[in-house]
């Protein structure tokens, strides 16, 4: 969070307060994505108030539990994407799927707390064996659940089966290039015909059986090869039954092989840069403020608990979750408290830290643009109602 964004959060929270507290409702924005949460238990009331005091102290133990979560649900891929650690096989973690068992036991712990839950990690979901199962745990609780996928497999019936009838709230498509020439070259491996032919069908049976979800959005890396097709974007994702397009700024990973090449995919047009740059260098911001470790946690596929998702071998890891540690447990450890110690005060001694791909932009958010093309849809009402 940038010390801009941090001063406005502030100045809202009285009348947060008044709207979280007593009337248990919070409107926010996710990534350019709204969320409207109504009718809150008092757990959650309670919990978003500690959480939100962590703007002003970041104490070192929260006073809350998470109010966002990310869960990795497997760490293995179909695409070779060339910035990310699982496509350039920096991943040393072993491929898994996460099992059933430690998703419900997490989700019993933490799931009364949540806000937003983002269903993926440093793997494709939708590959996850027993997808559905997931996502009908997920929806057991008031949370807001995000699933992105590249959509390889988006048109396989079991998979559709699944995000039809336990839908998450936002289906987040990857779609990096309007043709195939075109989105290959960054989704190496990937075609755009089972993308959209799944989009379609999922579209077809929400409308005909009068469904709401999964609201299906298409989401758009802008990059050097693929910046001719912005005048293009917003009539593609219509014509192709999207709900929602972002347009996203290519962010960079904590691997040190990939900093030339981000270099050379970075866009012309200043507007869809994620960072400044001078003489071909990253301009550093000195007014981050890092809120992942004290409300927005990652569990990795084997019950690793990190700070935050970029950590994606675990490298300074909370502990691991099992039948017989807890989440609360690692959440309020000593070895948790000693990692939020290191990222609030001397963040530079973590490579991850370092290679933060938050830190140096403008704004905090990765996309920079949303486009609702749905009419038929109330976008300001579509949560609030299923929640």
Not at 1 to 8: A, F, L, Q, T
Not at 37 to 55: D, E, P, Q, V
Not at 60 to 85: A, I, K, S
Request: with cysteine.
């Amino acid at each position: 969070m940038r010390s801009k964004e941090r001063i406005r959060s502030l100045l809202r929270s009285p009348f947060l307060t008044w709207g979280v507290l007593f009337r248990g409702r919070y409107n926010f924005i996710y990534d350019q994505m709204p969320i409207i949460m109504n009718r809150m238990s008092i757990a959650k009331r309670i919990n978003l108030f500690k959480s939100g005091a962590n703007l002003i102290y970041r104490r070192l133990t929260p006073w809350g539990m998470p109010l966002h979560m990310q869960f990795e649900l497997t760490n293995f891929c179909n695409l070779r994407c060339p910035v990310c650690p699982t496509g350039i096989k920096a991943l040393k973690r072993p491929p898994k799927a996460v099992d059933v068992e430690l998703f419900d036991r997490v989700l019993d712990e933490v799931g009364p707390y949540l806000l937003t839950l983002s269903l993926w990690g440093w793997g494709e979901p939708l590959l996850h064996p027993r997808l559905r199962l997931i996502l009908r745990s997920a929806r057991r609780y008031q949370i807001a659940t995000f699933l992105s996928t590249n959509g390889q497999n988006l048109n396989d019936d079991q998979v559709i089966e699944a995000l039809i009838q336990e839908p998450p709230t936002y289906l987040i498509v990857a779609v990096d290039g309007l043709t195939d020439e075109t989105n290959t070259r960054f989704r190496k491996g990937a075609k755009l015909a089972p993308i959209l032919a799944g989009v379609r069908r999922i579209a077809q049976i929400k409308q005909k059986m009068g469904l709401r979800l999964p609201l299906l959005h298409m989401r758009y890396i802008v990059m050097k090869h693929n910046q001719h097709e912005m005048p293009h974007l917003i009539d593609f994702a219509r014509r192709h039954h999207f709900d929602l397009l972002t347009i996203r700024t290519l962010s960079i990973i904590d691997v040190e092989s990939t900093a030339q090449l981000h270099r050379e995919l970075v866009p012309d047009m200043e507007e869809w840069r994620a960072y400044g740059y001078e003489t071909d260098h990253r301009i550093e911001r000195g007014d981050f403020i890092c809120l992942q470790p004290f409300w927005f946690p990652t569990v990795f596929v084997d019950g690793t608990l990190v700070a935050c998702e970029q950590d994606y071998n675990a490298q300074q890891a909370m502990g691991v979750i099992s039948k017989d540690v807890s989440f609360s447990k690692l959440w309020r450890g000593k070895r948790a408290s000693s990692i939020r110690r290191i990222i609030r005060e001397t963040p530079q001694r973590l490579s991850f830290c370092r290679n933060c791909p938050y830190r140096d932009r403008e704004t905090t958010d990765c996309s920079v643009q949303a486009h609702f093309l749905n009419p038929r849809i109330d976008y300001s009402r579509l949560v609030m109602r299923y929640h």
